[in-house]
T-cell receptor, first 115, second 115 residues
Framework: AQKVTQAQTEISVVEKEDVTLDCVYE???????LFWYKQPPSGELVFLIR??????QNEISGRYSWNFQKSTSSFNFTITASQVVDSAVYFC????????????FGGGTRLMVKP | EAGVAQSPRYKIIEKRQSVAFWCNPI?????LYWYQQILGQGPKLLIQ????????DSQLPKDRFSAERLKGVDSTLKIQPAKLEDSAVYLC?????????????FGPGTRLTVL
């Protein structure tokens, strides 16, 4: 069975602070895919990134960066110099072909960025 | 390119009534998913279609929920009769292929309130 755990249910920061959202996953598959989605108050899930299990390179996209570590089964997401528009619920998710490519989501982390 | 379309955006019904939700995936996307997202939780897969065939409906409460994708394009999810615990956001997603590597793109969701 696959499982994704986001231990931080809610984080509050002041604008311009850096913040890291944690994600820990469990799977028996050797090939799998990890995702991060953003859900703003409007409700739509917005795709942010996909990472393959065989590619442990970290990725940076503007103020966003992701740290994938297979040794600790973690896929953490860092926002540098947070902005009020970053306020949303962020979901980490896991998929694998052996699980019928069903996306298994974590419980989400609500990020509040205060001005 | 147009995204995943869903309607209605909001629906309020009384328990034991029936309700239907509609989804039009991204053009050319063969795989369509329906998720249920209860407040404060991550989305959970209800059913997955590949073209007009069901790939996975193991988590669909079939005594009251039904879904179809007759022409392999748009899809309808129905609840009959609704219960209070069905109050949730119903999200539709689509992917071009069927593999776990394929990114799922989500629609804006339908927020259902059962009174």
């Amino acid at each position: 069975a696959q499982k994704v755990t986001q231990a931080q249910t809610e984080i509050s920061v002041v604008e311009k602070e850096d913040v890291t959202l944690d994600c820990v996953y469990e799977t028996r598959d050797t090939t799998y895919y990890l995702f991060w989605y953003k859900q703003p108050p409007s409700g739509e899930l917005v795709f942010l990134i996909r990472r393959n299990s065989f590619d442990e390179q970290n990725e940076i996209s503007g103020r966003y960066s992701w740290n994938f570590q297979k040794s600790t089964s973690s896929f953490n997401f860092t926002i540098t110099a947070s902005q009020v528009v970053d306020s949303a619920v962020y979901f980490c998710a896991l998929a694998s072909n052996n699980a019928g490519n069903m996306l298994t989501f974590g419980g989400g982390t609500r990020l509040m960025v205060k001005p | 390119e147009a995204g995943v379309a869903q309607s209605p955006r909001y629906k309020i019904i009384e328990k034991r009534q029936s309700v239907a939700f509609w989804c039009n995936p991204i053009s050319g996307h063969a795989t369509l998913y329906w998720y249920q997202q209860i407040l404060g939780q991550g989305p959970k897969l209800l059913i997955q279609f590949q073209n007009n065939g069901v790939v996975d409906d193991s988590q669909l409460p079939k005594d009251r929920f039904s879904a179809e994708r007759l022409k392999g394009v748009d899809s309808t999810l129905k609840i009959q009769p609704a219960k209070l615990e069905d109050s949730a956001v119903y999200l539709c997603a689509s992917t071009e292929g069927r593999g776990g590597k394929d990114t799922q793109y989500f629609g804006p969701g339908t927020r259902l309130t059962v009174l």
